[in-house]
């Protein structure tokens, strides 16, 4: 009997547990050149608003030694391009599909959720709450609990299909959890990047031309595993890790806390194929313990029962 590495998501069957992040996969169509991107549990699609954006000016990366700093600011082709451009072809690809999306006011981020929710070939919907709320002064949607419900509240009711929301790492990741749960969320992402800033000592300037970036990869994977796995310990909505995972492990760690999932995002800019490595991995790492499916390793770690079985 072969190794089951489905999960299943707020009622969704995903292949395995691998999703490609979203602002590092593209549309998930940039990939094809590198492999078949039906493999994959699933692809969440790089952040679509009403309108879509330009983004910020250049220069909006930076490559740290354990990381990447980037302040794209959000640029996006509008939902309206994305449906007549991109759609067509997704919907003739054979994995789960996850609109990421976002807005600076509540009334934005319904009228996305709208847009999206009637598109064929989107099957889930994941809400990027870490934008700042200008009808608010500014504050950032993610890091306030009231506001987190408040607009959660106001999508779930407007939309039919399941609802992730991606929480922000710069918030009380328990308190945000309950607050998104409550407003409806089906599954939550857990993390975004984490604000950071890099200097050029010589020319003596911003490595950024915003200034402040999201930092992720390997740098952020510990401080990604503690939020996962406090979340976890809060809601019982399903729980998909992101931060850092560039290895089979590396997801492992979050499901073993309780993730049902787990998003691969910079790791694709320096190997394009780590999703086919990490599913190879993933095979090697339940016949190595002898597990039989994906679902024997989740939360394993604070369930009670017996360590796995090392064959090694």
Known sequence: ???DLSVEIGGLKFK???ILAS???GYGLEFEDFFDISLAGGVSLKGLS?????????PRIWETPAGLINAIGLQNIGIDAFIRDKAPRLRKIDTVFIANFYGHRIEEYT???VMLDQEECVDALEMNISCPNISEGGIQFGVNPPLVYKVVSACRKAIKKPLWVKLSPSSDIRETAKAAVEGGADALTVINTIPAMAVDVEKIEFRIHNRVGGLSGPAIHPIAVRM???ACQTVKAPVIGCGGVEKAEDGIEFMLLGATAFQVGTALFRNPLAPVEIIEGLEKYLERHGFSSMNEIIGKLHNGNDKPRSCS
């Open 1 to 3: 009997m072969g190794l």
């Open 23 to 25: 602002g590092c996969a």
């Open 16 to 18: 395995n547990p691998v």
């Open 50 to 58: 009403v309108k879509g954006s330009g983004g910020t000016h250049p």
């Open 111 to 113: 009228e996305a959720g």
């Open 228 to 230: 996962v796995n406090d």
